[in-house]
């Protein structure tokens, strides 16, 4: 954390001074102790994107999924499992940021009890009710709905289908400012790869197609969020 | 595969010359293309047997589960997803081999069905059926039982409550040569940690409580093996 403080002090990038809040990683909803629903994010996309914003100057602060060993250079980072974990810790900051930025494949379910011990095969009930997860973003976009300073708002949609219809209704729908879209059945795109492959779409109908390593996308990403224009004053933003 | 092969081959160990087969990591169960049930299993435990095994002079074949980046050093490498790719890469090789080691942590369930498309939150039938996957080391035991040449076969058991009582049930049932248990809620032992603690119990009646790094656990569990009495005539080993 004092390291990016001190980079963000001495830096002149367009960021510097600006605080950035990302999301990264999976979350895991436990069954019992050793079992847990989850997806194949390795948080390399979010993670680009926090060391691209940290290069432009910005205090980065990611709220990371369970990912493995990452390297952490001058990021702020707050570890977490679940979901509802995920939430707490966003919405507990989300007011007090310039840019959030939700790369985080979070769980959209997660099974309705967690087993306290490890449950054994015969007594499986073999089948697992499901209860949805707090949507971090939705959840995130309603609490700065009214502020008078309110974030710039960044989504993903991680698709197989119909991807970009999908995307779009997503931004109208969480009220956001811009959101990535990405296949994630394409090769080379999505989850765990180097490289990516999205679309990015605004509120104000800019439309960009990237592609290169994370890092590249992430610069590109974050290029678009810098040319949106500022707030209109009684818009909300 | 050629410098496991050529270490064995100019190798003096006690393994010189020997096969030996193991399972590591997770499996994962995906119910739609970006979502599945797994287990918080690194590999780490099995890729620490694999290395001590290779440095005692043996031919090491791991069957691995979804685990990022790990060193394949020496090792010949069968990555595999499910329980059910696992069940198949095990059971084409475990006739040819001396010894079988299963440390991977096999997912005890799958989702009765795999959607093609990303499942979208409206659309959850919010009940997950589940149906049992393949036992890995139970079909490998039984596909063994009956050969002239029957490779000394060893399970693990990673449990959170009664982890000797389950291990020895697990010994028995399964028609194993050697168990390791561990109490996966100790803190140092068990998924994602560098060290271990855990106990081996034989068929013989042999116990020994090991603890350290994960590759000083891996030797003393090899060393436990190579103690153990060679096959009796006629009694399937």
């Known amino acids: 954390e004092i390291v990016a403080e001190a980079a963000a002090r001495i830096g002149q990038g367009p960021l510097t001074g600006k605080k950035v809040l990302l999301t990264a990683g999976p979350t895991r909803e436990f069954l019992d102790p050793v079992r847990f629903i989850s997806n194949p994010s390795t948080g390399k996309m979010g993670l680009a994107l926090a060391e691209a914003a940290r290069k432009l100057g910005a205090k980065v602060t990611v709220v990371l ?4 060993a990452v390297d952490r250079t001058g990021l702020e980072v707050v570890d977490v499992v679940s979901a509802e974990d995920m939430a707490r810790e966003v919405l507990s900051r989300v007011e007090a940021v310039d840019w959030f930025i939700a790369s985080a494949a979070v769980s959209d379910w997660r099974p309705e009890t967690r087993a306290p011990q490890k449950v054994k095969k015969g007594e499986s009930p073999e089948v697992l009710k499901l209860v949805r997860t707090p949507d971090v973003l939705a959840e995130a976009s309603k609490k700065v ?18 991807v970009l219809e999908h995307a779009r209704e997503k931004l109208e729908r969480k009220n956001l400012d811009a959101i990535v879209a990405n296949d994630v059945t394409v090769p080379g795109a999505g989850f765990g ?29 974050l290029e678009l969020l810098l040319s949106l224009p500022p707030a209109v004053p009684g818009s909300g933003r």
């Open 65 to 68: 999924g369970p990912v493995g």
């Open 145 to 162: 709905a009214g502020a008078p300073r309110r974030p710039l708002l960044v989504g993903f949609a991680a698709e197989t289908e119909r």
């Open 193 to 221: 790869t180097d490289t990516n492959r999205v679309t990015v779409l605004s509120r104000t109908g800019v439309r960009k197609d990237l592609e290169g390593t994370k890092l590249q996308v992430a610069q590109g990403i």
